[in-house]
C-alpha cells in the first residue's frame, strides 16, 4: 500500500523524508464548506473558483475542483512488518488520512519536531 510520507522538520518537503521514499504526481483536489456550487456563486471567491481548475462538483457536502498535480513523497508499505521496521527506525509516527489528493487515502508524518 502507497503513503504518502513527511518529517515534520521539513515542511518545504525538499529533500526526501526517509530511506525508499519516491516522488509522485496526484491531482489536488480543492474543497470548499459549501453545500452546492450555484451557492458558490454568492462569494467573492465564487467566480474565480468556478472559472478555474476542472471537474467541478458537488461531494460530502462540499463543492470541489480538481487542480493542477502537485508532486509527494510516498512510501510503499506492504505489511505490518514493514510498518513496524519504519516506526523503529524513526521512532516517532503519526498514521493520518488523505483527502485532498485523488488516488492516496494514507500519510505518514514522520514525528521529529514540535508542530504545535
Not at 36 to 56: F, I, P, Q, V
Request: aromatic content about 10%.
Amino acid at each position: 500500500m502507497k503513503f504518502i510520507v513527511h518529517r515534520t522538520s521539513d515542511w518545504l518537503e525538499k529533500n526526501a523524508p526517509c530511506k525508499g521514499a519516491k516522488l509522485d504526481e496526484y491531482i489536488y483536489i480543492d474543497r470548499r464548506t459549501v453545500k452546492t456550487l450555484k451557492d458558490a456563486r454568492k462569494y467573492s471567491w465564487g467566480e474565480e473558483y468556478l472559472n478555474n481548475g476542472t471537474n467541478h462538483r458537488e461531494e460530502y457536502g462540499m463543492i470541489a475542483r480538481d487542480l493542477k498535480p502537485v508532486k509527494k513523497w510516498t512510501i510503499e508499505i506492504n505489511s505490518l512488518e514493514d510498518l513496524l521496521k519504519l516506526q523503529k527506525k524513526e521512532r516517532k509516527l503519526i498514521i493520518h488520512n488523505i483527502d485532498d489528493l485523488k488516488g492516496i487515502e494514507l500519510g505518514i508524518e514522520i514525528y521529529d519536531d514540535y508542530r504545535e
